[in-house]
């Protein structure tokens, strides 16, 4: 089973700042089939970001997504009010499906 | 527009059986390459993969899980049923049901999730 981390566990920042969260793979994704979710509470977890860079449909471009083999990042240029939420990575690249604890971006 | 609710009780005894419907909108599980699965977060903890349906009724679970689950449709209703047997205190979680993507493993559609306590 492929475990994820994610760092930090806790992010605070400002709206308009730039926020950086990582997610570490404990062997290589295969075809980087690596994507994000935000999650707000009390709401459905949203997909960003499939394929490590690829936004969904409807997704800002605020939102980008990197990386490869085990290490992989979410940018989130210039935070709107909206974006304070939980965000998890998820490996889909080799059964079982597994997720990261996810990183909690926080107004500072 | 795809909708996924999840509905069932909030608590069960230790011991008991869980079943919890996804009830969704938007898409048929007739149509090829549909499928459905549920994922379950307990509280402080990761997200985790429970279980898989297809359109073609072929079937997955979590291995660690798996005598312990079943996954059903209903076609006609726009519903997935999850039974889990046996339940425990640590299958306390939130219980999601999502829609996955045809080509990939991924969810592009999530229900809100039900938050299920194990208590006595």
């Known amino acids: 089973e492929i475990m994820l981390t994610q760092s930090p566990g806790t992010l605070s920042l400002s709206p308009g700042e730039r926020a950086t969260l990582s997610c570490r793979a404990s062997?290589?994704?295969?075809?980087?089939?690596l994507a994000w979710y935000q999650h707000k509470p009390g709401q459905a977890p949203r997909l960003l970001i499939y394929?490590?860079?690829s936004r969904a449909t409807g997704i800002p471009d605020r939102f980008s997504g990197s990386g490869s083999g085990t290490d992989f990042t979410l940018t989130i240029n210039r935070l709107e009010p909206e974006d304070f939420a939980v965000y998890y990575c998820?490996?889909?690249?080799?059964?079982?499906?597994?997720f990261g604890p996810g990183t909690k971006v926080k107004i500072k | 527009q795809v909708t996924l609710t999840e509905s069932g009780p909030a608590l069960v005894k230790p011991t008991q059986t869980l079943t919890v419907t996804c009830s969704f909108s938007?898409?048929?599980?007739?149509?090829?390459?549909?499928?459905v699965s549920w994922i379950r977060q307990p509280p402080g903890k990761a997200l985790e993969w429970l279980a898989r349906i297809d359109w073609d009724d072929d079937k997955f679970y979590r291995t660690s899980l798996k005598t312990r689950l079943t996954i059903s449709k209903d076609t006609s209703k726009n519903q997935v049923i999850l039974t889990m047997t046996n339940m425990d205190p640590a299958d306390t979680a939130t219980y999601f049901c999502?829609?996955?993507?045809?080509?990939?493993?991924?969810?592009?559609?999530w229900g809100q999730g039900i938050p299920v306590t194990v208590s006595s």
């Open positions: 062997q290589s994704v295969t075809s980087n089939y």
């Open positions: 394929g490590a860079s």
């Open positions: 999502a829609r996955m993507n045809v080509e990939f493993s991924l969810f592009d559609n």
């Open positions: 938007g898409f048929s599980l007739n149509t090829r390459g549909m499928r």
């Open positions: 998820q490996q889909y690249g080799r059964p079982p499906l597994t």
